[in-house]
Structures are given as structure tokens and as C-alpha cells.
């Protein structure tokens, strides 16, 4: 374990105003054994320990140089990780998305890869830590690839995206049943968007909302929202002016709109009935975001800052940008997922790359 403090005095973002006197702390570095390259965001259990995924690594090989399959791990806030669940391809393989935590206090997740179908997994944690995979996708036709972050419905269902597959191999939205039964309720046909990445997010109304990454009316990418019955409306759809290619997931803010970021243009909101507008413009892939007080959101940038290693960014709701932090490569470089607000006042998230072996790292910004 390596834990330092760096304090870093200037800072840019795109066309943002300066920071100062932020402090980021490396609470680990992930080494190939323990797990490598996390992409999913953290989440926060009862126990006050923060839970998250690696793409690669853990302990299973099956033959002199391969790429291992990925872990769970859980860490505590002062840089203590314990390694969960290690991926074997039968049982899961590369998590790559947020996990969930359940009504129940289960810890919730997908894979994009592996199972009996080898077509990805859903899984389930419980706190004592025992591992069960809840289902497999079975064909291309349920989905593949990607499976996003899952949301939970009122009647204990799991709702999801898959980056491709259905009826046209554009992606899909499905439900998973409470005996594990995956149904397709949505085949993306590009004209009602292609490619979901982010999973769901639930409104007030009780409906889901989500993006495309492409497809829609000018294939730049929609928003959509979809009832518990599988039916699916197309809200707006992104044509450059208002973004490009959405990828993190949306959030509910406390406003009623839901906020989001694209891969070029930055961030933008969007309302239940389909107003779509640019809020910042943020350069190099920002993550999903976290509202901390009302019209205040963070998130991370995979690339750009000082170091060109990625950044922790600050807008708010009228559009103004600061840059908070950018990543040296010793703390960590690359974030590919969001930032989790955690019960202490502080952010956490992960690192994609960097850290004392370059397998990524989880790292704790400390506001100031």
C-alpha cells in the first residue's frame, strides 16, 4: 500500500478557472494479484468500506500470459483492501461497471464477458461475502458487451443496458427477474439510439432514464426514458450544439433536471420532457456526475490537465468550471469512472492507470 499527499497549486481544465489548495491522497495502488485497471465507479456499503471492481487481473490464469479476468475488492478509508471475488471466465469476466447496493444490502453487479454463455454475467455480494452468479446472457440477442451500471425496481427486479446485441446489434435494455430470468425489453434499432453504455437511473415518476452513445436523429447519441413495462421514448436527441456521444450515467439533481456529460461538449441537462442544453463545456471524456449541494457537480476527466493524466473538475449548474486536481501519474492517471461522495465529507474514485505499479489506483480528494 502507498499513501501520499500532494498538494497541487495550479491546475487547468479546458477553459477553466483555477484551483488551489486541493489535496489528493493515494490510498492504493493495485497490483496484478490483488486485481488491475479499475473502470467502474465506487459505492459505499453500511460498513463504511467502499466497493469496486478491476477490469483485469486477480490470481486466475489459465495459461502463461494471459490477461486475467478481473476481481471485487472492497477498501476501507485508511488504504486497507481486501480482495472479494476473483473472476475465473465461468463465473465472470472484465466487471467493468458500477456496482449497486441493494435494498437488501447486497452488493450488486454485471460482467461484460465470461459465464455459461460467455456473454457476461449479473452477480450478487452478499455482506459476508459470499458470491453467487444470478444469471448469464445467453445470446447476443439478450445483449453483450458493456453491461452498465444496473438500477433496482420497486417490485426487487434489476434493470440494465447492453452496449450490443438484440434484434439489430445495437444494444438493448433488460430486466432480470427475481429467479434470475433475463428478458429483453428494448432491441436498439439506431433510429431510437444505438449503443447504451451508462446504465439506468430512476425518476421521480418511477420510469428509468438513460443514453445512447450513438443513433437517434442526427447519430450523435439520445436520451431516453422507459416504464417498468419495457416501454421506451426517445427525449432528445444530441446534434453537436447540444452535445456529442453521451456516456456517463445521468443523475437525478435535486433541480428535477437530470444532469449528464458527452464525450465532446462537456456537460449537459435534460428534463422529463425532453429539453435538452448544453451546461459546460468540458474537454478530455468526462465522467458521469455527483451532486454534492444544489447545482454543484464533480466529476473526472480521463485526459487533459497539467500531466495530460486526468483531472477532478467542479461545474455548476449555471456552467461555470473549475479544475480541482490533475493526476500525475504517481497518484494515479486515466480515471475512467465518476466520483462517490463518501459519508466523511470526502471524494473517492479510481484511477484506470498510474500508481507505484501502473495497475491504477483508488485515491480520496479532501475538499478545502
Known amino acids: 500500500m502507498n499513501i501520499s499527499k500532494i498538494i497541487l497549486m495550479s491546475l487547468t481544465l479546458a477553459l477553466a478557472p483555477l ?10 495502488s493495485f497490483h496484478m494479484r490483488e486485481g488491475n485497471s479499475p473502470k467502474g465507479s465506487l459505492v459505499q456499503g453500511s460498513d463504511g468500506c467502499f466497493y469496486g471492481t478491476t477490469d483485469q487481473g486477480g490470481t486466475h490464469v489459465d495459461y502463461p500470459g494471459h490477461i486475467l479476468y478481473g476481481t471485487v475488492f472492497k477498501i476501507s478509508t485508511n488504504g486497507t483492501l481486501t480482495t472479494l471475488v476473483v473472476f475465473n471466465g465461468s463465473n465472470g469476466e472484465e466487471p467493468n461497471g458500477e456496482l449497486l447496493v441493494g435494498k437488501d444490502g447486497n452488493i450488486y453487479g454485471t460482467t461484460a464477458w465470461g459465464g455459461k454463455y ?20 445467453y445470446s447476443l440477442r439478450g445483449g453483450n458487451w458493456e453491461k452498465g451500471v444496473l438500477a433496482e425496481g420497486k417490485k426487487g427486479e434489476f434493470y440494465g ?27 436498439f434499432n439506431e433510429t431510437n439510439g444505438s449503443y447504451p453504455s451508462s446504465g439506468l437511473v430512476e425518476g421521480k415518476d418511477g420510469c428509468f432514464y438513460g443514453t445512447t452513445e450513438q443513433g437517434g436523429q442526427y447519430g450523435l447519441g439520445t ?9 421506451l421514448t426517445t427525449l ?48 478530455g471524456e468526462p465522467s458521469s456526475l455527483i451532486e454534492t449541494t444544489p447545482g ?32 500525475n501519474v504517481v497518484n494515479g492517471a486515466y480515471p475512467q469512472a465518476g466520483l462517490i461522495l463518501g459519508t466523511d465529507g470526502n471524494f473517492y474514485g479510481t484511477t484506470y492507470r498510474g500508481g507505484s505499479d501502473g495497475g491504477g489506483t483508488v485515491f480520496r480528494v479532501i475538499p478545502r
Not at 447492453?162 to 428494448?186: C, I, P, Q, S, W
Open 19 to 28: 484551483a488551489r489548495g486541493q489535496i489528493v491522497e493515494s490510498l492504493y
Open 118 to 137: 460467455h456473454n457476461g454475467t449479473i452477480f450478487k455480494i452478499t455482506p459476508k461475502g459470499h458470491f453467487t452468479t444470478l444469471a448469464s446472457f
Open 161 to 187: 443496458t447492453a452496449h450490443n446485441g438484440g434484434d439489430f446489434n445495437f444494444g438493448t435494455v433488460f430486466r432480470m427477474k427475481k429467479n434470475g430470468l433475463l428478458e429483453t425489453l428494448v432491441s
Open 223 to 231: 436520451v431516453f426514458k422507459i416504464t417498468e413495462q419495457g416501454s
Open 236 to 283: 432528445a436527441s444530441f446534434d453537436n450544439v447540444n452535445g456529442a456521444y453521451p456516456r456517463g450515467k445521468l443523475l437525478l439533481a435535486n433541480d428535477g433536471w437530470f444532469y449528464g456529460t458527452s464525450q465532446y461538449f462537456g456537460a449537459f441537462k435534460v428534463s422529463t420532457n425532453g429539453i435538452l442544453a448544453l451546461l459546460g463545456f468540458i474537454n
Open 296 to 327: 454543484n457537480f464533480f466529476g473526472t476527466t480521463r485526459v487533459n490537465g497539467d500531466y495530460g493524466s486526468g483531472t477532478v473538475f467542479k461545474v455548476t449548474a449555471d456552467g461555470s468550471l473549475e479544475a480541482l486536481i490533475s493526476f
